[in-house]
């Protein structure tokens, strides 16, 4: 269902603003995207914005899931940590992608509805966990890569101190209205060094070494 929209997409909105990873583009062909939003938002799926997904959240733009993945240089045998499951379709795109997703949401209700939407499509690689993604998953740590899909006010800490030397972290950093999406590289020596990949806007990242509320 949706090939000709999803096709479109990735055409004009992934390709033709500069998403060449291969990859990535492959896996937004292949992940149904209008499976993780309600029914009747359906045909709104392939759109150029955000969709709501209950609890006050919303499924990422499909410009930006591109982009993020794409920023986090994927080669398919890397451990990557996910803070804020949402709908699931992030999730998805980085199972695709890498050997093993771990992904945190803090909204259980959330993350059930994620999971839901994720059982029926057999991915053996994705890991949940229900609680603050800001203080990361130490009992799996490190990993090759982690993304965040929420706004944090700078850098999580544990969650820098939970990446491998040369891994990647791509987390959207700044003010509660609108960020910038900070590429993070951990450095030999464990020296920290943030590029910037360009504004964008999200869902404040609610937690201990986040935003206080909503
Ligand atoms: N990748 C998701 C984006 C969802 S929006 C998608 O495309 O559907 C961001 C998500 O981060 C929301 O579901 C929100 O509940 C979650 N979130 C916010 N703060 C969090 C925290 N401290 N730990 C885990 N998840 C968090």
């Known amino acids: 269902m949706f090939e000709t929209e999803r096709e479109s997409m990735v055409r004009h909105q992934l390709e033709g603003r500069g998403i060449i990873d291969r990859r990535v583009l492959d896996a937004m062909r292949m992940v149904e995207r209008h499976l993780f939003v309600n029914e009747d938002d359906r045909p709104y799926a392939y759109e150029d914005r955000p969709i709501p997904i209950g609890s006050g959240q919303t499924i990422s733009q499909p410009f930006m899931v591109a982009l993020m993945t794409q920023t986090l240089s994927l080669a398919g045998d890397e451990r990557v940590l996910e803070i804020g499951t949402g709908s699931g379709y992030q ?19 959330l993350q059930v509805h994620a999971k839901r939407c ?46 491998k030397i040369a891994g ?42 986040g935003w206080e509320r909503d």
Not at 150 to 160: H, I
Not at 171 to 184: K, T
């Open 91 to 109: 999730t998805a795109i980085l199972a695709e992608l890498a050997q093993d997703v771990f992904t945190v949401e803090r909204i259980a209700g």
């Open 118 to 163: 994720l059982d029926p499509l057999n991915y053996t690689n994705i890991h949940y966990k229900t609680g603050d993604g800001t203080l990361g998953w130490s009992s799996q740590a490190p990993f090759d890569r982690i993304l965040v899909t929420a706004a944090a006010p700078r850098v999580p800490q544990k969650l820098f101190e939970q990446l």
């Open 168 to 209: 990647r972290m791509v987390v959207p950093v700044g003010g509660r209205l609108s960020q910038e999406l900070d590429l993070v590289l951990k450095k030999t020596g464990g020296k920290m060094q943030v590029m910037h990949r360009g504004g964008c806007i999200f869902v404040p990242l609610v937690g201990k070494d």
